[in-house]
C-alpha cells in the first residue's frame, strides 16, 4: 500500500501527500513468452492466429523479442516457421548469441505442452505490453508536471496526443458473422421506406442533394472544399438551421475561425434576411427590427450546440464530441474548418503529415460515435491558375496539403459559383448570375453529380432554387402575416406588407 501522509496545522487540514511504492517490477510474463514462441515454432498455423496481436516489442525480454522479430522476417517471406529455420534467420541477422544460441532456441520446444492456448497466451503478454506503455506514459508526464518551466496547457495536449497514439496503436475489432449485419442493413432499408421522401440518412434541407445523397449517412466522413469566399461557412450555416430548426436535428459545430458571437450574427443574417452589415451597425430600420423580432423567435431553442475553441486539436475534438453526443444525443458535427485544426501532442515530419492524421481520425470518431461529420477544406491555388469556365470548376486534385483527405473521405463536395469569376452565362446563354452548384465529386457509397442552388450573398444564405420565390415583407402600417405554426404574434406592431423587389428589400 502506498504510504499517505497528511500535514495538519491547528483544525485545519492541509492536502495529502501521496507517496508512491518503491522498486515495483514492470508487468511480466516471461514464462508465457516462452511458451508462445516455443508454440510458434511447433504449430504450423501458430504465427496466423497471434500475428494480429503480437508485435516484436511486445515482449518484454529483450532476446524474446529478437526471437519473434525472426519468426515474423520469415512469415514476410512466407517460409516455414520452426526450430531450425529460426535458428537460422537469427544467425543471418546476427542476434544468434545475443538470445543464447541453438540451445535456448531447442528449450523454448521442449517447453510447450500444449498450442491449444496460444491465443489466450498472446493476449496477455500484449495486456503486460499495454500496461507497461501507460507506465512509461504517466512518468514521462508527471516528471514534466513537476518542472515549472513547462506550460501546463501543452503538457495537457502531450499527454492526450501521446495517450490517443498509445489506444490507437491497440484498437482491434473483432470480425462479425453476417447475419447481425444482414439484420441491421435491413432495419436501416425499413427506416429509409418509411420515410416520406426515401431519405435513409439526416436531410440537409436542400431537396437535389438529399436525393443524391440520400442524406447524410452514419459514420461518413463528408468532406465540403472551396476556394476563399466561395461560401462554405454560408453553406454549413443554411443547412445547419435547415436541420436544427426545420427537422429538430441537433447539430453541433466547432468554429475554429469565427467566434460564436460572429457565427450566431451570421445565423441571424441567415433566418432573418437582414444584411450583414446593417446587423454589424445596428442600424435598422423600425421595420427591420420588427422583421428581426419576428424571425428571430426560429433560432430560440434550436437545438445547434457552438465551440469556438482556436486552434482545435483533434484529441479535444474526440473529447468534446463524445460529451455531445451522450448528452444532448448530437445527430451530426460539422468543423470548420479542417486545415485550422492540429495534431498537438504528436510529432510530424511535416504538415502534409498532420492533416493526413487529422483526416484518419476524423474519419474514425465518426465510425466510432456512428454519426456523420461534415469538415470544410480549403483548395489550393491551381483553380486559379487554369482558364475558362470547365478550369474554374474544382477537382479532387485541388484539395489542400494532403491527398489522405480525398482517401479518408466518405464523400467530397466542392462548392462552385462561376459568377465569382466572372461568369454570368452558361453555353447556352443561361443566367448564372446568384447560382451555386454543389459538386459531388466522390461518393464512396452512391452517384456523384451537381446540384444547382440559390445564393443570395447579402444574406450568406444557400436556399433551393424553388424556394426562391418573391414573399412579402414588413413596412409599418398592417398586420403581420400568421405564424406558421397557427399562433398569432401578438407583441408586435401592425405592419405594412409589400413585395421584395430587389436587394434593399428584406424578405422574411
Known sequence: MAEQIRKTTGRSQQKTVVVPEMGRLQPQAPELEEAVLGALMLEKDAYSIVSEILKPECFYEKAHELIYAAIVDLAVQQLPIDMMTVTEQLRKRGDLDQVGGPYYIAQLTSKVASSAHIEYHARIIAQKYLARELISFSSQIQSK?????TDV???????EGKLFEISQRNVKKDVTQINPVIKEALKMLENAANQKEGLSGLRTGFDGLDKITSGWQNSDLVIIAARPAMGKTAFVLSMAKNMAVNFNTPVALFSLEMSNVQL???????????????????RLEKYEWEQMDYKIKELYDAPIYVDDTPSLSVFELRTKARRLVREHDIKCIIIDYLQLMNASGMSFGSREQEVSMISRSLKGLAKELNIPIIALSQLNRGV????GAEGKRPQLADLRESG????????????????????TEDERGNSLVGLAEIIIAKHRNGATGDVRL?????????????DDIPVQEFRSGNQLPPDTTGAQEQALPPTEL?????NNDFPF
Do not use: W
Open 145 to 149: 508536471a513537476f518542472d515549472e518551466t
Open 153 to 159: 496547457d501543452d503538457l495537457m495536449q502531450e499527454a
Open 264 to 282: 450566431v450574427n451570421r445565423l441571424i443574417v441567415n433566418v432573418c434576411e437582414i444584411p450583414g452589415e446593417k446587423i454589424k451597425s445596428g
Open 384 to 387: 486559379e491558375n487554369r482558364q
Open 404 to 423: 489522405a483527405i480525398e482517401q479518408d473521405a466518405d464523400m467530397v463536395c466542392f462548392i462552385h459559383r462561376p459568377e465569382y469569376y466572372k461568369i
Open 454 to 466: 440559390r445564393f443570395k450573398s447579402e444574406f450568406a444564405k444557400f436556399m433551393n432554387i424553388e
Open 498 to 502: 409589400l413585395t421584395s423587389s430587389g
